[in-house]
């Protein structure tokens, strides 16, 4: 089974920092996730990610693996860890969120949910029980609970008869988990995803419906349903009020977020892990995220700037091309412009996260957290 153990915790917030002991390594939290839905961090080599990103867990997606390259490839690879090249640890959402997002083109049922696939049409249907089974053919060494991710402008009816079901489905997920074994010779741990949209009273619920499935086989407790159309101060004040509630011993995962802001007042409410597709999905678009703001390298100010991307940036690209050639790809749609700011965004987050546990574990986290934030959403 997985292993946390907190290090450090700030006084003056809910901050910690932690270590997360999993059979293919150890991650140090608080942690960012890079997003590799369907095996592959998009634009960056696996070399990459390890050696420049320095990243110490990615993602996959149980949707997009379950479709293409589908389980009987995945268990001829022996897994995504050896059918992708990546020996560091792995998790996988349960394609939750993504059947969520067909809105349409899927039907929610006590018994699971039916959706057609993006790819061909084709009808496909998730139980709790076929998606432990299809996460366990993957090989994560943390796999998502199934849920319905209740859409944050819910209102309360709709939410409360969402999380009777998410609680339902969690019901048999945790009994399929329990009853079943990893297929590759490495332990594998599960989370719960607590839910409950903007309404305390139903995030209480569903801390303590979880907890009652309680076991060492649950690694730790994902926070979902938010950054899913809800402001963002409610997103922080479900943050408040939930992450108190969850066990300490465990670590806390936030579900798709975020911006670096969100990042780093994530941390502040006691969350140890995160995910987003923003610094890839972003920087493929021409966004960077740096420590002294927001760069659009597609506007023209930056057409005979040749300094360095990012003199602030622990990665390669960020002293090794300049912002006048970078704009330069981008203006000529060259894919590399796309990998470099990738690489960049990905490197600029994993900094991020380290140095908040580096201020964590010093003492004055929330200081730097003060005087960080106005930079990191100034547009430069």
Not at 66 to 85: E, N, S, W
Not at 188 to 214: N, W
Request: aromatic share 10%; glycine share 8%; charged share 25%.
């Amino acid at each position: 089974m997985s292993k946390f153990e907190v290090k450090a915790k700030d006084a003056a917030s809910r901050a910690r920092a932690g270590v997360l002991s999993t059979d293919h390594g150890t991650i140090e939290t608080p942690i960012f996730m890079p997003v590799g839905t369907v095996g592959s961090v998009k634009g960056v080599y696996h070399r990459d990610l390890k050696e420049d990103i320095a990243a110490q867990i990615i993602l996959g997606n149980t949707y997009h693996l379950y479709l293409r390259p589908g389980p009987d490839i995945l268990r001829q690879a022996g897994g995504l860890h050896r059918f992708a090249g990546w020996d560091r640890p792995i998790l996988t959402d349960s394609g939750g969120f993504q059947v969520f997002s067909l809105t349409g083109i899927r039907k929610l049922t006590p018994e699971g949910c039916t959706f057609s696939s993006h790819i061909d049409g084709s009808r496909h249907t998730f139980t709790p029980e076929n998606n432990v089974d299809t996460q366990r053919v993957i090989g994560a060494d943390i796999i998502m609970a199934l849920d319905e991710c209740c859409p944050g402008d819910a209102d309360f009816r709709y939410a409360e008869k969402s999380l009777k079901l998410t609680q339902s489905w969690l019901e048999r997920f945790c009994r399929r988990f329990d009853e079943t074994e990893p297929l590759y010779g490495y332990d594998q741990t599960m989370f719960p995803i607590i839910q409950g949209c903007v309404y305390p009273e139903l995030r209480a619920k569903a801390v303590e419906h979880a907890l009652s499935l309680d076991s060492p086989a649950r690694g730790g407790y994902a926070i979902g349903g938010l950054a899913v159309g809800e402001p963002t101060e409610k997103m922080y004040e479900m943050l408040e009020y939930t992450t108190p509630l969850l066990p300490e011993d465990k670590p806390r995962y936030l579900m798709g977020v975020g911006t670096p802001a969100n990042i780093i007042e994530g941390i502040a409410r006691g969350v140890d892990m995160f995910d987003c597709v923003m610094p890839t999905r972003n920087g493929r678009n021409g966004m960077l995220f740096t420590w002294n703001g927001i760069m659009n390298m597609r506007n023209e100010k930056w057409k005979d700037d040749f300094s360095p991307i990012d003199p602030l940036g622990t990665s390669f690209v960020d002293s090794h091309y300049t912002r006048a050639y970078l704009r330069h790809l981008f203006i000529a749609g060259e894919m590399m412009a796309a990998m470099i700011a990738s690489e960049h965004n990905l490197a600029f987050y994993l900094d991020l996260v380290r140095q908040a546990r580096k201020h964590i574990m010093e003492g004055d986290f929330t200081s730097w957290k003060e005087a960080l934030l106005p930079k990191l959403t100034t547009r430069l």
